[in-house]
């Protein structure tokens, strides 16, 4: 398989699918098994399938498919047995549901800031948050950037809390020979439409503990264990897993994606080296240690005196204008309406929040509110097109200055 962009298409644009997209979801029609079963009674076979090409390609263990990243996310932490009341230390600058998984779990996120070259959670800024209430840490690998892992397992070892990476912008990032998701107690993935996997919807848990598997197995499937009777519900369970129809879709871009992530790391070198050149920009700088990364979004940040004082608005929007895919950045989560609510779920004590509770502060955050302003990203398809298209991306921010 080659990848190659339509010649009629300015920029790739994402999804990217073909026949053997359209014709495994029609097999899956026609087969009439919609859904996966369980185990010992399966009914289809793409989502169990699935699950160990992931878990290949993630190189661990165990990979549980579920319906969404968020729900990726709050299973982790409801089976480690994080819950009401209990302090989750978790990135500033990433989507919402990072934080929102922790607040279905009747946990509370408190916020961490960013490095201001990575824009990933600081490791330094860990420790000065940790309480006898904290029970985990999740790292976000924004724009697949990994995490400082190494040092966060370090903390994390030593104040006894748990990892739950958040994933969904990593798949294939590599931090010092170990695919990210490795490196905590599981790894959380999102499939979601813009994913550079995709089913429209769907997720996945990773773990190397065949234990922890099997207790999130069975948390995703009404309580059901491995090979036991359907209708003996051992744990309480929800139901979050994943159809046929989304598994067998994703088989089919988990085929496409290694070549289409070896060019996305080429391109974002030349394209980063090259942007990097125009004074007053910076690219989103890669972790030391950091050997793939997953790219989901190509993030930049500009210094606004050398462009005219131009606001992040303007950038993006004159960008987008010039047929050039650019999106805005995540607001900082301390500043999201739904944190400032510091009664967000009954009955729990948020006094400790660093977002709304008695330490918030102005000053928590000075990294993520700076680069907020400054920074506009592009999406991975962006990083698909050829290197005369990046280099009129190029061309067009120098003649904004
Ligand atoms: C960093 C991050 N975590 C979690 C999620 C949640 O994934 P989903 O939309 O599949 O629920 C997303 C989705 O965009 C994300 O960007």
């Given amino acids: 398989m080659s990848f190659k962009q339509d010649p009629k298409k300015k920029f790739p644009e994402w999804p990217i699918y073909d026949n053997n997209e359209i014709n495994t979801l029609l097999d899956v029609l026609k087969s009439g098994n919609w859904w996966c079963g369980f185990p010992g009674a399966h009914q289809g076979e793409n989502v169990w399938k699935f699950q160990e090409e992931f878990a290949k390609l993630q190189e661990v263990k165990n990979c549980i498919a579920v319906c969404n990243g968020t729900v990726a996310i709050e299973s982790a932490l409801i089976v480690l047995g994080i819950g009401l009341g209990d302090e989750v230390i978790v990135s500033d600058y990433t989507f919402v549901a990072s934080a929102s998984a922790v607040v279905a779990t009747n946990a509370i996120p408190i916020f961490c800031d960013i490095h201001p070259e990575t824009l990933v959670m600081d490791v330094n800024k860990i420790e000065s948050l940790i309480t006898e209430r904290t029970k985990a840490i999740i790292p976000v690998h924004l724009g697949g950037n990994p995490v400082e892992l190494d040092k966060l397992k370090e903390i994390a070892v030593e104040n006894n809390l748990y990892i739950i990476e958040d994933c969904a912008h990593a798949h294939g990032s590599r931090y010092k020979g170990k695919r990210v998701g490795n490196w905590g107690d599981a790894g959380a993935f999102s499939f979601q439409a813009s994913k550079v996997i995709t089913s429209g919807e769907g997720g996945a848990i990773i773990c190397n503990s065949d234990k ?46 290694p070549e289409q992530h070896k060019l996305r790391n080429k391109n974002a070198q030349y394209f980063g080296n090259k942007l990097n050149q125009i004074d007053g920009i910076q690219v989103m700088k890669l972790t030391h240690g950091a050997e793939e990364c997953g790219y989901y ?5 500009f210094n606004p005196k050398k462009f005219g004082m131009i606001t992040k608005e303007e950038f993006y929007q004159k960008l987008n204008r010039n047929g050039i895919p650019t999106v805005d950045n995540y607001p900082p989560l301390h500043s999201l309406d739904c944190f400032k609510n510091v009664k967000l779920r009954k009955g729990i004590d948020y006094k400790n929040a660093n977002w709304g509770g008695e330490k918030s502060n102005d000053n928590n955050f000075p990294i993520v509110d700076k680069i907020y302003s400054r920074s506009i990203q592009f999406p991975h398809e962006i990083l698909l097109a050829s290197k005369n298209k990046l280099d009129s991306v190029v061309e067009y921010i120098r003649s904004l200055k």
């Fill in 212 to 257: 922890l598997a099997d207790k999130i197995y069975s948390y995703i499937d009404c309580g059901r264990i491995k090979n036991g009777y359907s209708y003996a519900h051992y744990s309480y369970g929800t139901n979050y897993r994943l159809s046929e129809l989304h598994a067998a879709l994703l088989r089919k871009q988990l085929e496409k994606f």
């Fill in 297 to 301: 979004v190509f993030p930049i940040v």
